[in-house]
């Protein structure tokens, strides 16, 4: 039988996590972002490094808060529900390949390229870096937007949360999705006000629910009968 009170609070910490990794790996990637001649200087490959494994975190635990709501969400909408563990798995994978593009640029400035011309090496990491940009667009930009749409529709006919909960992930899920489609055709350095007011109800939706899931967990509904003790 399911523990439903502990899978609540595994969903709930991973949530949770995703955010005391994320947050800081923004700041400790700032100086490879940045730089464009990152690959010539001294360089700040711990820092850089760090951050990077901090977004390996942030993926982990993406997928493992789907993996762990599943097997209780699928009760409501099995389609929904494996449609969220898809696009979770997705951003996951999406912040991996942005992982491995800032490493190669690590790797450039600590062996370079036996022959090459420091303005290729420049051009290298240039490039490197635009792929992680793009990463960050296509993944954690946007994809929280679905995962938004996708939860927020299971936990509100579920009633496993507050209303209030999942309509902030309902509501900001297609702001997002709608802000990142427009920053893709304007660019990434255009419409950034917008992206960062689409950006802020989801921020709020996965803040809360983690919150929520961690300390009361779901409430009783009529999908968990049958799996355990609600909280």
Known sequence: M??????ALVAGVLYLVTFVASIPAVFLLHPVLVD??????????ARVVLG?????????????????LFPVVRRQNEAVALGFVTSR????????????SLLGVVTLRRD?????????????????????DWTFLLGPSLAPGFNAVL????????????????LLGLVGGPL????????????QDHLTALAGIATLPV???????????????????AITAGLGAPA
């Open 2 to 7: 399911l523990d439903v009170r502990r899978t």
């Open 36 to 45: 464009p001649r990152y690959v010539l200087g001294p360089g700040a490959d």
């Open 52 to 68: 990077c494994l901090l977004d390996i975190v942030n993926a982990v635990a993406c997928v493992g808060t789907a993996v762990a």
């Open 89 to 100: 798995v997705y951003e996951a994978a999406v912040i991996m390949i942005g992982v491995v």
């Open 112 to 132: 370079g390229l036996d022959g090459l011309e420091p303005d290729t090496l420049v051009a290298t990491g240039r490039g490197l870096v635009a792929v992680r």
């Open 151 to 166: 939860l927020g529709y299971l936990l509100y006919r579920s009633g496993l949360v507050p209303p209030v909960v999942p």
């Open 176 to 187: 997002l999705i709608a802000a990142t489609v427009a920053r893709m055709f304007a660019g």
């Open 203 to 221: 921020f709020v939706w996965e803040l809360s629910l983690g919150l929520y899931l961690t300390f009361r967990g779901f409430r009783p509904s």
